[in-house]
């Protein structure tokens, strides 16, 4: 039973235009949400997270959205920059602080 | 401060042979996580120690085992190796548990022949 869900394997976005990466989650009990990026050859690396208590969490040119009610949330990148290519994972903590991953999405940002 | 280090980088095994993978994990970080990365599935949670203890466990076969020494590195056994074991294997530690305080190591790319 998959619990973090990324049904978008693949996202292609043009230089500059906002990128929005999504995730859907089946366990309402799940304390903390994180996205990581990973490049070829590199290990993950953290990007943002979002307490369960929260709707929005921002730093920098990326926001994390969080809709409860959903058990959904999206992670928004503007704007995109070359750099910003890479595998992101959707993860999920759970009250055993086990962290669930999803299956990712790859992000081409185009020129 | 140094980062995650796991050894080897890359690796080839037969199937039906045994393989353990190490990880050191930053200086003053007690619990090291193990994935396994394979095409079209993500990670895929392994198992946790902490303070030389497993305190998680994935899905995952008795043919996977892991221990973790005094000085926290963690060590991953894969016995009787099988196709299906060729990924990328993650770890990741942090200073108790979760969230933010996770810093994955490069990984060892296994391939099983």
């Known amino acids: 039973d998959q619990q973090v869900k990324q049904n978008s394997p693949s996202l292609s976005v043009q230089e500059g235009r906002i990128s929005i990466l999504n995730c859907d989650y089946t366990?309402?009990?799940?304390?903390?949400f994180l996205w990581y990026k990973k490049y070829p050859a590199e290990g993950p690396t953290f990007l943002i997270s979002?307490?369960?208590?929260?709707d929005k969490n921002e730093d920098g040119r990326f926001t994390v959205f969080l809709n409860k009610s959903a058990k959904h949330l999206s992670l928004h990148i503007v704007p995109s920059q070359p750099g910003d290519s890479a595998v992101y994972f959707c993860a999920a903590e759970n009250r055993d602080d086990k962290i669930i991953f999803g299956k990712g999405t790859r992000l081409h940002i185009l020129p | 401060k140094a980062g995650v280090t796991q050894t080897p980088r890359y690796l080839i095994k037969t199937r039906g042979q045994q393989v353990t993978l190490s990880c050191s994990p930053i200086?003053?970080?007690?619990?090291v996580s193990w994935y396994q990365q394979t095409p079209g599935q993500g990670l895929q949670f392994l198992f946790e120690y902490f303070s030389e203890t497993q305190r998680n466990k994935g899905n995952f076969p008795g043919r996977f085992s892991g221990r973790q020494f005094s000085n926290s590195r963690s060590e991953m056994n894969v016995s009787t190796l099988e196709l299906g074991d060729s990924a990328l294997y993650l770890c990741a530690s942090s200073r108790s548990s979760g969230f933010s305080g996770y810093t994955f190591g490069s990984g060892t790319r296994l391939t099983v022949v």
């Open positions: 366990n309402s009990m799940f304390d903390y």
């Open positions: 979002i307490s369960s208590i929260k």
């Open positions: 200086s003053g970080h007690r619990s």
